[in-house]
């Protein structure tokens, strides 16, 4: 496996919750930085949040205090904790596993929140 495979998606109500995984390849996980990325419909895909082989983690401004990054080296998966919903996260959610010679991508889950 080489394309990381996302899940999680789904609908929820405005003030929800939901986590995502990201199963990504195994043996460069834990030299890798690991994003969820997202893109709604007519926008460029954006960064939601990252986390570096040393748990190092960066959050867009828009989902600070309401989302969460996490990893687990021990089963090559990332998580996005979501919380707080709101209807402007409405996107497909994509996992990215980046190296020094590598950037792969998943195919994305779509997570929709309704108002």
């Known amino acids: 496996q080489v394309q990381p495979v996302e899940s999680g998606g789904g609908l929820v109500q405005a003030g929800g919750s939901l986590r995502l995984s990201c199963a990504a390849s195994?043996?460069?996980?834990?030299?890798?930085?690991m994003g969820w990325y997202r893109q709604a419909p007519g926008k460029q895909r954006e960064l939601v949040a990252t986390?570096?082989?040393?748990?190092?983690?960066n959050y867009a401004d828009s989902v600070k205090g309401r989302f969460t990054i996490s990893r687990d080296n021990a089963k090559s998966t990332v998580y996005l904790q979501m919380s707080s919903l709101k209807p402007e996260d409405t996107a497909v959610y994509y996992c990215?596993?980046?190296?020094?010679?590598?950037?792969?991508w998943g195919q994305g889950t779509q997570v929709t929140v309704s108002s």
């Open positions: 990215n596993q980046n190296g020094r010679w590598f950037d792969y």
């Open positions: 195994g043996n460069i996980f834990s030299f890798s930085t």
């Open positions: 986390i570096t082989a040393g748990s190092i983690t």
